[in-house]
């Protein structure tokens, strides 16, 4: 317990979400509209149910997954300006990516005007790539496909203009034409089995999400960090003092050093709460293999970590908490040690900010609604309860620590922490592209390097430029350093392979590894269903079929906690044919080719969307890891397994006890 939830506090656990149910918010028709005899318009009209939006076309760099409308083909005809919006933005200001986000709820209208020389011979393919999100999830981008071109109804339209002259006459019904496309050829292992798997009863083994006790408890960890940085710790004594001397009562000075408290927790609460209703419980986890959201956050954790280094000082403009402390001495009462609470957030943002920017990403990430609030609140308390327990105790003020060059230590040492969470994320993006900029050994090598520093910062060898000089080594510093170098050493094997089961949840997956000596990890057989599927019906052995992400932090903890076991290394290995697919593989497809699903005609462009679809399909579902388990026709043999490190859990589920 303690392991797990050291390791919660130190880096962000990006756990997804496990759900059965698949929502589809957003229906979608287009038109092509004859408006003259060369002219035209392509109407796109989204039809939004209550309670969920889809976010604006002109969202900024680096902001949410803006409504993206592209026209893979416009044969015989030109557009004419830019795309049109016909209906209401809602504005919002995201404090998050500080920036003003738009989005539409209900409808959503959009018009490209075009120009031909014959209507007959104009065609019109592409999608619409949109977001859809309520106040509580957000779901992956999705793509609506359209084919326009109707040769009848340009000639109507042609006719009926040369009767009235030069006037364009509208025509609001218009058959749409679609081209019949190629469509794959299904066979019987890609049958849906969605009732069979229900016959089987619930899916076994858990979310894997973090649970709320230790989302409070990583806000927890995380205010008290913040407490032993700069700009928190010498006001604590400042704070306290003002509210005793002020008071000519020492219980009044209590009392308003609890509210002062009870302030700070309020606010931080508060943010919680926003971050929920701006973004849902979900949004991050949803784009949790996007190329831009993880490099995004890889940016802005080595900005961090950079300034806690020393090199600059991320800061808010100082008029706020000017304005801030004006107001907390000209007013009096409950209201004044408001302000002196939102005082001390604004001042003590520079230290803060990191840690908690961290957090949010960590527990927005987890698919719990009340994650935010809850992690906030964890903060908040352990931020405020020094200000209450010294005002009860103000004698054990003398006692505190001064502050000086140890502070600053404080900073620097989060700062390691947040460049090696930092790799993280750029290896999401990697991993999900296919880049293959940072293998398994090159994160290893990375983080080994970082923590060996650390270690030596620590012991007094490394200095940077707001360090105060020592002569000595502490006691406290000396055990961190064993603690962190010891960690770096214990990485080392994993240079040759070795599973490394504290750190599976962030290091890349054995399978990038190029050298190798380990012999105990368990490595699919295939990476293509079908071909799978027709070699397990050869040699009369059924399927393990495990939907992965390069992406998901779970799916790495169940390889290496789980999948090494002996006994589930031997059952894989010898009584069944393990499938791994991964649902965010961006390798393009050699042919594209278009489903139909919901009613919907969409394109699947790569190797991700193939899989994804099939997990959606046949067995609907569309989270990972996720485990099913298949006869040599495609039908399951057990309820499908999700999360669980117990590898005698997973044991009995593959000798379906």
């Known amino acids: 317990m303690v392991k797990k939830l050291h390791l919660l506090i130190l880096f962000a656990l990006l756990a997804p979400v496990v759900s059965g149910q698949i929502f589809d918010p957003v229906t979608w028709s287009h038109d ?92 019109i393919e592409g999608y619409v790539e949109y977001m859809a999100c309520d106040d509580e999830r957000c779901l992956p981008p999705v793509q609506d496909e359209f084919s326009l071109g109707n040769a009848k109804v340009a000639q109507v339209a042609s006719s009926a203009n040369d009767k009235v002259g030069t006037k364009p006459v509208e025509i609001k019904e218009i058959e749409e034409v679609k081209e019949v496309k190629e469509i794959k ?93 701006i973004f849902g419980a979900s949004a991050l986890n949803s784009m949790s293999t996007n190329a831009v959201f993880n490099l995004l956050f890889f940016a802005l954790l080595v900005v961090f970590a950079i300034s806690f280094f020393g090199a600059f000082e991320i800061t808010l403009p100082a008029s706020w908490s000017t304005k801030l402390d004006a107001k907390a001495d000209s007013t009096a009462g409950i209201l004044s040690i408001l302000f002196m609470a939102f005082t001390l957030v604004l001042v003590s943002f520079s230290c803060t900010g990191p840690i908690i920017g961290t957090l949010l990403v960590e527990v927005a990430s987890s698919g719990t609604i009340l994650a935010p609030a809850i992690g ?88 940077f430029p707001h360090d105060s000089e020592s002569k000595h080594t502490s006691v406290l510093g000396t055990f961190l350093a064993i603690i962190s170098l010891s960690f770096a050493m214990y990485m080392v094997p994993g240079l040759w392979g070795a599973p490394l089961k504290s750190i599976s949840a962030f290091a890349p997956p054995l399978t990038t590894q190029d050298f190798n000596l380990y012999d105990y990890e368990v490595h699919a057989e295939f990476s293509d269903y079908e071909t799978g599927m027709k070699y397990a019906a050869e040699k009369g052995k059924p399927v393990v079929v495990d939907f992965s992400g390069y ?91 999700t999360f669980d490190e117990n590898p005698d859990n997973f044991i009995r589920w593959l000798e379906r006890k």
């Open 185 to 277: 050829e299904v066979t019987d292992f890609w049958k849906p089995v969605i009732d069979q798997l229900r016959a089987f009863g619930n899916q076994m083994g858990n979310s894997g999400n973090i649970s709320l006790w230790l989302i409070f408890l990583a806000g927890l960890a995380g205010g008290f960090l913040a407490l032993f940085t700069p700009c928190v710790w010498p006001i604590i004594p400042m704070t306290v003092s003002f509210f005793l001397k002020r008071s000519e009562k020492k219980a009044k000075g209590r009392r308003d050093a609890i509210l002062y408290g009870l302030s700070i927790i309020l606010i931080y609460v508060t943010l919680g709460v926003l971050i929920t209703v």
């Open 32 to 123: 092509l509209k004859i408006t003259g005899k060369t002219t035209g318009e392509i109407i796109h009209k989204a039809t939004i149910e209550d309670k969920w939006h889809l976010y604006g076309m002109n969202i900024p760099q680096n902001g949410p997954r803006p409504t993206r409308i592209v026209y893979e083909t416009l044969t015989n005809a030109e557009k004419v300006g830019d795309i049109i919006a016909k209906s209401q933005l809602i504005e919002v200001f995201d404090k998050s990516f500080d920036m003003n986000l738009s989005w539409y709820a209900k409808e959503a209208v959009f018009v490209q005007k075009i120009k031909f020389k014959d209507a007959a011979q104009v065609k």
């Open 376 to 463: 906030m609140l964890g903060f908040a308390v352990a931020l405020a309860i020094p200000f209450t327990f010294f005002a009860f105790f103000p004698s054990l003020l003398k006692s505190m620590p001064k502050s000086g060059g140890w502070l600053n230590k404080v900073k620097v040492v989060l700062a390691f922490l947040e460049l090696a969470l930092a790799l993280k994320f750029l290896s999401v993006a990697d991993l999900a592209y296919g880049w293959r900029i940072l293998d398994r050994e090159v994160f290893i090598s990375l983080w080994i390097i970082i923590f060996a520093l650390l270690g030596f910062y620590l012991l007094g060898k490394i200095r």
């Open 551 to 641: 992406g998901c932090v779970n799916c790495r903890k169940m390889e290496a906690s789980v999948w090494t076991h002996p006994q589930v290394k031997e059952l894989l290995e010898k009584d069944y044919v393990l499938i791994t697919l991964f649902v965010d593989d961006k390798t393009p497809l050699d042919n594209p080719y278009t489903i139909e699903e919901n009613g919907k005609t969409r394109i699947i462009r790569t190797v991700g969307d193939k899989w994804s679809y099939l997990q959606r399909v046949k067995f609907g579902a569309n989270a990972q890891p996720y485990y099913v388990m298949l006869d040599n026709n495609g039908l399951p043999l057990n309820s499908p397994f």
